[in-house]
């Protein structure tokens, strides 16, 4: 593909893997917004829950939320962001992709990967966290794919005819490096059958793990990346330099730094130690300015362009998606400080931030690269670029979709601020709740939910007009694949030894290292020597920033060998992005455990409640049922005592939640009785007049899996839950024995069964001792069995004379005050 | 201004760098003294919090906030409470029962949570019938204010062994008002 004359060669790109990228990503954009366009009337209107039946379970929101936010964020942005790396690296690198093979396992191995989920979810086959929920053969699948792209990328990188890394190709290589830390630590499970696993981690290390990896999939598979291709594509359109290359250096190494340690502010005044609460808060408010300065570096590089903002759609697009970037990432500091929090977290103005981001940023900014890449990827015969199909509907496709998010975000945040205001209200004296029942709120927020469906809507079929606008610039115009005469670079100037040297042992990294080491000290030392660590972090800090007043030269032509050097640099990354994780992760596994929690432990669930529990994840109530009172009035008043650590230190996965679209459930426990939750589940409608909670029919028909108990429970002693030994014998007794008992219960309060159940089931035809048998083995037994459990737990003695814990600084403030 | 393509001192203006990469350009320019100053804000303000956090002891942990401030709150609902009971005998709540403002009052309080288990006409379901003439926990308006208030007592087997929830969560006032809903709907309630 290259053919040289003298030092210069001639290198056709393999454009074949873009255009490959740019219609998958086209295709699953539809596909994940439909989904998304489905749930979201599923709230106003249950009945979407199963098309007409009394419940489909294939379809219920539970189910399909994951498929919606999976397909969302790895289809569509996947596929555009590989689209979008493909094109831009072999164009910065002058070189074309390193192995055209890898680059076809690479598309065909992540379409592998989006078919599965798209089987998997509906079937109910979940891993149970958000964002993480594909089954494990599913994930070593995509670790496989992405390595791929990694191997092919770097090769790239080294193939390249370039000296220089541009500042796109560093936000590439932090997104490779990055995801692929967060997506293995994430994943660590242990399988109990082909298509289940237990996280590795429980409790509270789960949850911590969890939105490490939740936050920093925002980060780096929703931004990065992105930015890395506003970086390219934005000064190509707009013909414009970039605005500031000293910005892009400061904010690209900030974002890379300080975004992975913000991840603790999803979990904030939740039982997570408040250490990494404080963390997750004040890293949020210092990522604020770093995330501006990649909106500035994109707004800015406009300046002197701002004509084509009339006439142009692709900088339309990139305009807004850049402004809807700037605008998210400064709520998003604002909502991670922790009395905002309390409004924003389990509410919708959460869902109305994370979609400002990806129809805003994320949509946005592949509109506007679709819109630019379609003319040159199929061009005219003579291999010009072509003309875009119709500019008149890619206006429209801009309109419809920027009055869709704003219909969108604007009702997110009228229903969640609302409902957080009805929430905590009191009556006049203070003494109780005004709005007693969670439904109240749920009732008063539902014409907001149809507005959210009307945005959606609108947006959705600005995306379907994009799709037919680049399907008829394709038919018009003929595949073509970029050329490119490259004069070959001299040996010397590519990734010189020396660069190593001269990238590790100098004053930056030198003081960059010392002071992050200090300031970690700060975090951990007990009182004064911690101060002390603080003292000698700003002083180094101090004269890092005399040495780069005085060596001001020397340091920029360090900063330019580290761009020629994408070894070196590649490392640099690994540690920046590395240590935020591994300094809040690695203390909380080793402290907060099942064998060290104080105050309460968790009581061990039954075969039969943990059967149930996998239920509870299978159908996805974790997507509107939170498992965690924060320790706020407005969560203690409405459900009782604060969770502590203990109360969920063995749930693998934890069942903390994001969103309660429905009440609390973490002391729903013996609250009410069995057929309260029978007929519940059943018809939620029969029991909460106005529920939108979906119907459950199938649980009754189903019959729970007991067999795999024996397995699950052996996998659970091999993480440390201290589950007695126990034979499969006893596992398969106590599940029986269990669910007849609530069975039998349930028979006596004459249940109703309905008419569409088995034949031989019907009362009557059949004896009562018979129906109990029956009912035993159905799924809603094991699940009313779990709902019933949870929150039970053991109260611990607390040692108030215990002296500070070095991996725990909680313990440097006053000692805690006893449960009372 | 300078014109960035000869211009090399970046104090006098934009810089316009020499290399380019497929064609793009990048100027260098100082940081916006603003966009500075917040990053520095952000970065003093977490030291200073971090400090009042960890090294002054100025703000107390969150638990002890919340469980000082909800026992303030259980406080004064313990005093509601008690200056309720002193002036609620069976003699007020039958009185309610005849005054159709608060029944009103409390039928909307039945309809919300009471219906479900009790059925829309009292006559029972998941939860016993209010209807019958006897009353598992006693006629009197009264036991059934405490039964409502508080649950089924702890050692009760329940009905077809299903229990019910204290209700607690409603205040004395509203559980008062759906007795005596409950009152006027079954005559056998009475002093």
Not at chain 1, 640 to 647: A, K, L, N, P, T
Not at chain 2, 2 to 21: A, M, S
Request: proline share 4%; charged share 15%; hydrophobic share 45%.
């Amino acid at each position: 593909m290259k053919t040289q004359t003298g030092n210069t060669v001639t290198i056709e790109y393999d454009d074949s893997i873009v255009r490959l990228f740019l219609l998958a990503s086209l295709i699953t954009s539809v596909v994940a917004m439909l989904v998304g366009v489905i749930i979201s009337s599923q709230l106003h209107t249950w009945q979407m829950n199963g098309l007409g039946t009394a419940g489909l379970e294939w379809i219920t929101f539970g189910r399909l939320r994951p498929l919606h936010t999976n397909a969302a964020i790895f289809a569509f942005v996947g596929n555009m962001m590989f689209a979008g790396v493909y094109y831009s690296t072999q164009r910065l690198c002058k070189a074309r992709m390193a192995n055209d093979v890898l680059s076809r396992i690479n598309f065909w191995g992540w379409q592998t990967v989006i078919l599965g989920a798209i089987i998997t979810l509906p079937l109910g086959l979940t891993r149970g966290k958000e964002y993480a929920e594909l089954i494990w053969p599913i994930n070593i699948l995509v670790v496989l794919v992405w390595v791929v792209f990694a191997v092919n990328f770097f090769w790239t990188l080294h193939k390249r005819n370039e000296p220089h890394l541009y500042v796109a190709l560093w936000f590439y290589i932090a997104t490779i490096i990055t995801v692929a830390m967060l997506y293995i630590v994430n994943h660590l499970s242990l399988p109990t059958s082909l298509t289940h696993s237990y996280p590795i981690f429980g409790g509270v290390q789960d949850a911590l793990v969890q939105w490490w990896y939740g936050h920093n999939a925002v980060a780096f598979f929703l931004t990065t990346p992105i930015l890395g291709i506003m970086y390219y594509f934005m000064p190509k359109a707009a013909g414009r330099p970039v605005y500031s290359y000293r910005l892009s250096i400061i904010h690209f190494w900030a974002l890379v730094f300080i975004y992975i340690w913000a991840g603790p502010h999803h979990l904030l005044n939740t039982a997570l130690p408040q250490w990494l609460q404080m963390l997750g808060m004040l890293f949020s408010l210092m990522l604020w300015a770093p995330s501006w300065g990649g909106m500035l570096n994109g707004l800015l590089t406009l300046r002197g362009a701002w004509d084509k903002l009339r006439t142009d759609p692709v900088i339309k697009f990139f305009a807004a998606g850049v402004t809807f970037y700037g605008m998210a990432t400064f709520e998003g500091p604002l909502m991670a400080i922790r009395s905002v929090n309390e409004i924003s977290h389990y509410t919708d103005w959460t869902i109305g931030h994370v979609h400002s981001g990806t129809l805003g940023w994320n949509g946005f900014m592949a509109a506007g690269m679709f819109y630019w890449m379609a003319p040159r990827l199929w061009g005219k015969k003579d291999g010009s670029p072509s003309k875009l199909w119709s500019t008149a509907m890619a206006n429209t496709h801009f309109w419809l979709g920027t009055v869709g998010i704003l219909l969108y975000i604007g009702s997110m945040w009228a229903s969640g601020i609302l409902q957080a205001l009805m929430l905590s209200a009191t009556n006049e004296a203070g003494t109780q709740l005004k709005y007693t029942d969670f439904l109240e709120t749920v009732q008063s927020i539902l014409p907001m939910l149809w507005f959210r469906t009307a945005g959606g809507l609108l947006y959705l079929t600005g995306f379907i007009l994009c799709a037919i606008n680049i399907f008829m610039t394709i038919k018009n115009g003929k595949a073509v694949n970029g050329t490119k005469e490259v004069v070959l670079p001299e040996a010397d100037e590519m990734d010189t030894k020396a660069g190593w040297k001269a990238v590790f042992r100098n004053d930056p990294v030198t003081y960059s290292f010392w002071v992050i080491v200090f300031l970690t000290l700060w975090i951990f030392l007990p009182s004064y020597a911690d101060v002390a660590a603080l003292a000698i972090a700003l002083g180094l800090a101090a004269q890092a920033c005399w040495l780069f007043k005085k060596r001001h030269q020397e340091w920029s032509n360090l900063y330019e060998t580290l761009e020629k050097n994408w070894v070196p640099f590649t490392l640099l990354v690994v540690v920046a992005a590395g240590l935020g994780g591994a300094i809040q992760i690695i203390p909380t596994v080793l402290a907060n455990k099942g064998a060290t929690v104080e105050e309460r432990v968790q009581k061990l669930y039954t075969p039969l409640e943990l059967a149930g529990r996998d239920i509870y994840i299978t159908e996805g109530c974790y997507n509107c049922h939170s498992q965690m009172i924060r320790t706020l009035e407005t969560d203690v008043r409405r459900y009782g005592d604060w969770s502590r650590i203990g109360e969920s230190i063995y749930n693998h996965p934890f069942q903390w939640g994001s969103k309660r679209t429905g009440p609390d459930l973490a002391r729903e426990g013996g609250l009410r009785p069995d057929k309260w939750h029978y007929d519940h589940m059943l018809d939620p409608r029969a029991i909460s007049e106005g529920s939108i909670m979906p119907a459950y029919p199938w649980l009754l028909k189903k019959e729970t899996d007991i067999d795999a108990l024996p397995s699950k429970i052996g996998a659970l002693r091999d993480l440390g839950v201290p589950y007695p030994a126990l034979n499969k014998h006893e596992i398969l007794d106590s599940a029986q024995h269990q669910a007849l008992k609530i069975a039998k219960g349930l028979v006596a309060s004459n249940i109703t069964l309905p008419e569409d159940l088995d034949e031989s089931f019907t009362a009557g035809s059949i004896s009562e001792n018979e129906l109990v048998q029956k009912l035993a083995q159905r799924e809603i037994i094991a699940l009313i069995a779990y709902l019933q459990k949870i929150g039970a737990h053991i109260d611990l003695e607390v040692d108030e004379s215990a002296a500070p814990k070095l991996l725990n600084p909680d313990t440097k403030q006053q000692p805690r005050v006893a449960n009372q | 201004m300078t014109d960035p393509r000869t211009n090399k001192d970046i104090n006098k203006g934009p810089v316009l760098r020499e290399h380019t990469f497929d064609g793009i350009e990048e100027y260098d320019q100082k940081l916006p003294n603003w966009w500075l100053f917040t990053f520095y804000i952000a970065i003093v303000l977490y030291i200073v919090y971090w400090l009042l956090m960890y090294s002054t002891g100025l703000i107390k942990p969150d638990s002890q906030v919340i469980d000082e401030h909800m026992a303030k709150i259980e406080q004064v609902q313990k005093a509601e409470l008690e200056a309720m009971l002193a002036n609620l005998d069976d003699q007020t709540l039958i009185t309610w029962s005849q005054n159709g403002g608060i029944l009103a009052e409390g039928e909307e309080i039945y309809k919300a949570n009471c219906l479900a288990c009790h059925g829309a006409g009292l006559e029972g379901g998941i939860g016993r019938p209010l209807n019958a003439d006897k009353l598992h926990y006693g006629n009197k308006p009264m036991e059934l204010f405490n039964i409502v208030l508080n649950g089924s007592p702890a050692d009760a087997v329940g009905y077809n062994g299903q229990k019910m929830q204290a209700w607690k969560q409603l205040g004395p006032d509203k559980v008062a008002k759906v007795v005596a809903f409950v009152a006027s709907k079954n005559d056998n309630i009475k002093e």
